[in-house]
């Protein structure tokens, strides 16, 4: 899990690379191989940590988290079932109206390529709809009479 070591006074990128240095099994190079993988697809994209430690990659809105388990590396798009997956890579939170996941186990292998398209699509769906602000209009009130 996290190391000690990790404060969130350091930039994501740092704490991004600690996660992934503190993961000594298989769930390290697998994390660092997706990151590498979303950094191919989308150059421009930024690194964020948030909820308490999560790696977050962003680009006009989020793409994906990285999150890591136990027996698993979950990757989660939060509008991933807006997303075209013609490979299939999708196979965790299937059910849910928005968000799609890829569950990445010990040996499983992703499809690069796949991955890569999935992170495009993300991006293009991101700069197709303008982001949502989280400003609340002012409520209007009506006078008695």
């Given at each position: 899990?996290?190391?000690k070591t990790i ?14 240095a503190?993961?000594?099994?298989w ?11 979303i950094?191919e697809?989308?150059p421009?994209?930024v690194?964020e ?8 990659w ?9 999150e890591?388990?136990?027996?698993a590396?979950k ?7 807006s ?11 299937l059910?849910?109206n928005a968000?799609?996941?890829?569950d ?7 499809d ?12 293009a769906?991101n700069?197709?709809?303008?982001a ?11 006078k008695?009479?």
């Open positions: 899990m996290a190391s404060s969130s006074s350091q930039p994501a990128s740092t704490l991004i690379d600690q996660r992934i503190d993961l000594a099994d769930r390290g190079p697998v994390l660092a191989r997706m990151r590498a993988l950094h697809a989308a421009g994209v690194e940590w948030k909820w308490m430690g999560t790696p977050v962003s680009l006009g809105g989020i793409l994906c988290t990285g890591s388990y136990k027996a590396v990757l989660t798009f939060l509008k991933g079932a997303l075209p997956d013609p490979a299939r890579l999708f196979n965790a939170s059910d849910g968000r799609r996941a890829i990445i186990h010990e040996g499983d292998v992703v690069a390529e796949a991955f890569k398209s999935l992170i495009r699509a993300a991006v769906l700069a197709a709809k303008p949502r602000s989280s400003a609340k209009k002012p409520a209007t009130r009506t008695a009479a």
